[in-house]
């Protein structure tokens, strides 16, 4: 029995069914781990021994009844903005290589909860700024289906991690698309929820108005029984929602027949790669053959919607950075004359180039003389966004599209030109912009064999409409993974970290541990 196989659903059945143990399961992951890690560099920590403990207590937990859930038993990763207690939570960045929460991220404790046993914390774009992973501190993470490319951004360690089998479910955070891109590019799928539906209390913020944490899996119903664990209410988050409607999982069925679904134009148009096009309207056509009623309409507005976001998202950044300064954690500067530099010095050497630039963007957006010219602008027409959303939603249900213009490009390509990073956004962004919810799910390959992604997007709270059609779309064709044999006979230069001993104690990764491998000292 092959268990990296299975999706997090029928892990766990088989796991209640006794024919798999809970510490069986964490085992396999970790093995996949220590086998591919060297190359993905899908992880920044590791927490076998942890793990491995934990999975001891859930198994105790499921033969007792207590833990019924149906993933219970499942090993889950976390992105590494997510504050997770005693565990190093470092935004893959310099200015908190050394940081360890001293409280969880509810979205987290959500999964805990459900009887999900967290592995460790995936590498990540820093502070979540970029569409590729590699403005990581620690290092590049490199796409499974092949390691010359990227896997997507910000949350390309979550995605890698599912794709390569490293996990079975993983967390990301969506500020402008970094679950779904990352996830056409690994080829798995990704729901990022309606805005307030998961709580942000414990995410290291980038743009508060646009994070939102949702699941990375192998298939939809991993995704949607996920959903269901992670989306409640909680008065920590001043944007958390109250809702009675999160029983995603009712939404697995393959009937589509009054779903009626848009296709914008404009996102058909010039920069779109004919193979993803391609692909995108076959996976059109295949929910009009099962039912649904497909047509393409103007969607508008597309053109604003990378500046609005770059605006928005920049300036919001540049005030939730303020609080990295290296007076209370994190990374400090040694040897500073006085309080001015110090601060000056943590900074710049604890930011990466990618951050930094969205810092003084946003600082000049929100300056004196330059406020309403761009940042009120911007607002502007993010309503104006969101009203072109609702006309679209008035006539469908649903909003089909392509994930990203291309399939993952190779690395280096991006970094070295970030105003084409930023317009590789174009589909995603708007999603976030407005509020709603999307997901992508894999709709085939190019001729390279990268993964291409369908991206489905639906009105507020109507996720339902969403996981319905991914569903039925999905049981047209069979689960692809990369051939991660194949993929460790490529002999590779990378900086990823390396894990020399395959035992637990190896594998698990404390502060102390962490410490020897970060440039950042802890602040005492």
Same mark, same amino acid.
């Given at each position: 029995?092959?268990?990296?196989?299975?999706?997090?659903?029928?892990?766990?059945?088989?796991?209640?069914?006794?024919?798999?143990?809970?510490?069986?399961?964490?085992?396999?992951?970790?093995?996949?781990?220590?086998?591919?890690?060297?190359?993905?560099?899908?992880?920044?920590?590791?927490?076998?021994?942890?793990?491995?403990?934990?999975?001891?207590?859930?198994?105790?937990?499921?033969?007792?009844?207590?833990?019924?859930?149906?993933?219970?038993?499942?090993?889950?990763?976390?992105?590494?903005?997510?504050?997770?207690?005693?565990?190093?939570?470092?935004?893959?960045?310099?200015?908190?290589?050394?940081?360890?929460?001293?409280?969880?991220?509810?979205?987290?404790?959500?999964?805990?909860?459900?009887?999900?046993?967290?592995?460790?914390?995936?590498?990540?774009?820093?502070?979540?700024?970029?569409?590729?992973?590699?403005?990581?501190?620690?290092?590049?993470?490199?796409?499974?289906?092949?390691?010359?490319?990227?896997?997507?951004?910000?949350?390309?360690?979550?995605?890698?991690?599912?794709?390569?089998?490293?996990?079975?479910?993983?967390?990301?955070?969506?500020?402008?698309?970094?679950?779904?891109?990352?996830?056409?590019?690994?080829?798995?799928?990704?729901?990022?929820?309606?805005?307030?539906?998961?709580?942000?209390?414990?995410?290291?913020?980038?743009?508060?108005?646009?994070?939102?944490?949702?699941?990375?899996?192998?298939?939809?119903?991993?995704?949607?029984?996920?959903?269901?664990?992670?989306?409640?209410?909680?008065?920590?988050?001043?944007?958390?929602?109250?809702?009675?409607?999160?029983?995603?999982?009712?939404?697995?069925?393959?009937?589509?027949?009054?779903?009626?679904?848009?296709?914008?134009?404009?996102?058909?148009?010039?920069?779109?790669?004919?193979?993803?096009?391609?692909?995108?309207?076959?996976?059109?056509?295949?929910?009009?053959?099962?039912?649904?009623?497909?047509?393409?309409?103007?969607?508008?507005?597309?053109?604003?919607?990378?500046?609005?976001?770059?605006?928005?998202?920049?300036?919001?950044?540049?005030?939730?950075?303020?609080?990295?300064?290296?007076?209370?954690?994190?990374?400090?500067?040694?040897?500073?004359?006085?309080?001015?530099?110090?601060?000056?010095?943590?900074?710049?050497?604890?930011?990466?180039?990618?951050?930094?630039?969205?810092?003084?963007?946003?600082?000049?957006?929100?300056?004196?003389?330059?406020?309403?010219?761009?940042?009120?602008?911007?607002?502007?027409?993010?309503?104006?966004?969101?009203?072109?959303?609702?006309?679209?939603?008035?006539?469908?249900?649903?909003?089909?599209?392509?994930?990203?213009?291309?399939?993952?490009?190779?690395?280096?390509?991006?970094?070295?030109?970030p105003l084409k990073m930023y317009l590789g956004d174009i589909y995603t962004i708007s999603a976030n912009l407005a509020g709603i919810p999307g997901m992508t799910v894999p709709c085939g390959?190019?001729?390279?064999?990268?993964?291409?992604?369908?991206?489905?997007?639906?009105?507020?709270?109507?996720? *339902? $409409?969403?996981?319905?059609?991914?569903?039925?779309?999905?049981?047209?064709?069979?689960?692809? !993974?990369?051939? %991660? =044999? &194949? /993929?460790? *006979? $490529?002999?590779?230069?990378?900086?990823?970290?390396?894990?020399?001993?395959?035992?637990?104690? !190896?594998?698990? %990764? =404390? &502060? /102390?541990?962490?410490?020897?491998?970060?440039?950042?000292?802890?602040?005492?």
């Amino acid at each position: 029995m092959d268990v990296l196989k299975m999706t997090a659903l029928e892990l766990s059945e088989k796991i209640k069914q006794k024919e798999i143990g809970v510490e069986e399961a964490v085992k396999a992951s970790l093995s996949q781990i220590e086998k591919v890690e060297s190359t993905v560099h899908a992880y920044v920590t590791v927490d076998a021994a942890g793990a491995l403990k934990k999975a001891r207590e859930i198994q105790k937990k499921i033969d007792s009844g207590e833990l019924t859930g149906p993933l219970a038993g499942v090993p889950a990763a976390v992105k590494d903005n997510l504050c997770t207690k005693g565990m190093l939570t470092t935004c893959s960045s310099k200015i908190l290589g050394n940081f360890v929460p001293t409280y969880t991220a509810q979205a987290v404790e959500n999964l805990e909860a459900a009887g999900m046993i967290i592995l460790g914390k995936t590498n990540m774009d820093e502070f979540a700024m970029g569409s590729t992973t590699e403005t990581s501190a620690f290092g590049v993470t490199r796409n499974p289906w092949n390691p010359e490319h990227v896997p997507g951004g910000s949350s390309g360690g979550s995605c890698a991690a599912v794709a390569a089998g490293e996990c079975f479910l993983a967390l990301g955070s969506d500020t402008g698309g970094s679950i779904r891109q990352p996830g056409a590019f690994c080829g798995v799928t990704g729901i990022k929820p309606t805005y307030g539906t998961v709580s942000r209390y414990g995410l290291i913020a980038y743009g508060s108005s646009l994070d939102q944490i949702g699941p990375v899996a192998r298939s939809v119903g991993d995704c949607a029984a996920a959903l269901e664990v992670l989306a409640s209410y909680d008065k920590k988050d001043s944007t958390s929602m109250k809702r009675d409607d999160c029983d995603f999982t009712e939404a697995l069925t393959e009937d589509v027949k009054d779903l009626r679904i848009g296709i914008p134009g404009d996102y058909l148009g010039e920069g779109l790669d004919p193979q993803t096009k391609a692909a995108v309207l076959a996976a059109a056509e295949v929910l009009k053959e099962k039912g649904a009623s497909v047509e393409e309409f103007d969607l508008s507005l597309v053109e604003y919607a990378i500046p609005a976001y770059y605006t928005i998202a920049s300036a919001e950044a540049s005030s939730n950075l303020e609080r990295f300064d290296g007076v209370k954690y994190g990374y400090r500067a040694d040897d500073c004359e006085g309080l001015h530099q110090m601060y000056k010095r943590s900074r710049s050497e604890g930011f990466g180039a990618e951050v930094k630039r969205r810092i003084m963007l946003g600082s000049f957006v929100l300056s004196s003389g330059y406020y309403d010219a761009y940042y009120l602008k911007a607002l502007r027409v993010k309503a104006m966004i969101k009203q072109a959303f609702d006309r679209a939603f008035s006539k469908y249900d649903l909003i089909l599209g392509p994930a990203a213009s291309t399939t993952a490009p190779k690395l280096g390509e991006s970094l070295s030109d970030p105003l084409k990073m930023y317009l590789g956004d174009i589909y995603t962004i708007s999603a976030n912009l407005a509020g709603i919810p999307g997901m992508t799910v894999p709709c085939g390959r190019d001729d390279q064999g990268l993964p291409i992604g369908l991206q489905l997007l639906a009105n507020c709270f109507e996720e *339902k $409409k969403m996981i319905r059609a991914a569903y039925s779309f999905e049981q047209s064709r069979s689960y692809e !993974a990369p051939q %991660m =044999d &194949a /993929l460790q *006979k $490529k002999k590779l230069h990378t900086e990823s970290m390396q894990m020399k001993e395959p035992d637990a104690d !190896a594998l698990h %990764m =404390d &502060a /102390l541990h962490m410490d020897a491998l970060r440039a950042g000292k802890a602040v005492e």
